[in-house]
């Protein structure tokens, strides 16, 4: 009996989608820098290479036997394009179990490195949330020290304002003593019942059935631009809020986003802010759509909707009913998410309002 032998293959590894165009030079920056550069002793110098195809890059190195656990070279090949970052390991017999730790643990710190990447882009990033109308627009200025107390605990998570209620009640216990206890029921009592109404204010974009799309405008900056701006802060981010608002389209297209990009660029110039096409992205959601949708697969009333211009990919949904809930998405998570993806976190969120969960 013969036994066919066995064919090596290349295992693919999807690591993330949907790269933003002005992302791609900067991450093969970032992973030559941070990643390649730190782990020389383990790679072969004379195996790495980096090609330039078209828009994208693709990286190319050997990992040198280690030991027990790493036997044999393993070759490893890093492809980064708008579409997707893959990673490959060409040359791997699928029956070889032996590189298994190597492989996982790689592909882990790639993806770490990525990730890394990406956070740093938003936090060096100024983000502005655009509606349909000029009033229905919100830039990264603050609006109030008090708004953006509330705004963090509300748009953080529930460990926030369980702690803030915590610090009220031990803060009204040295006031009021055992007058505490019916303050603090009468208290989150109207934040119960009041609850769809105050998270639904948090945001200024607002998606509904008349303005259902959302564009979320990313500006990548330096650490010098950010300390300028958070300088001179409010005025100027203000006035660049209102210009982009003024000529945001009401539509969506591949040209309207080119356009407001250069809106943004154009606005930006102008208060001493210099920028180019490469370090902006430019990303308009169907926002209401989803929602709409996913409040349908529910049965329930589609719930109202408020956009929070914060870089936290996050999403709640608060209310004592369907008739009064409010569903809250992060700016973050309009740019991270795809439409699958969003559409399962609306979903878990409205779970919480079918559950009467407030």
Known sequence: MEVPPVTETT???VLERDIPEAAVSGLVEF????YIRSRTRFIDALSYRKTQIGTGFELFWILKPIGPEQASPLPVGLKI??????????GLSPNDKSLEKVVERTADEIEATVLSYFQNVKTTSLYFVIGATEEHSEAPDQRGLMRGIIKRIF???????????ILLSFALFFIIGVYTVFVLISTQ???????????YRLGSVRPDAERPLVSVVS???NAETLKSVSQHGRKILSQIREEIARRATATYSPAANEELKSTVIGSLLKHGIIATGQEISVKTRDVYRIVHEVSEKFGRQTPKITIANTIVSNASATGISSSRSTVMITAGS???????????????ELGHVAGHDP
């Open 11 to 13: 295992r693919r590894i």
């Open 31 to 34: 992973i030559d820098r941070y």
């Open 81 to 90: 394009s708008q579409a997707a970052v893959e990673l490959d390991f060409p």
């Open 155 to 165: 748009t953080g998570n529930t460990t926030s304002l369980f702690l803030s209620f």
């Open 189 to 199: 009592l109207v934040a119960l019942v009041f609850s769809d109404k105050i998270v």
């Open 219 to 221: 500006v990548r900056s």
């Open 334 to 348: 309009l740019e991270d998410l795809n439409d699958d993806e969003l559409e399962a976190v609306v979903g878990h």
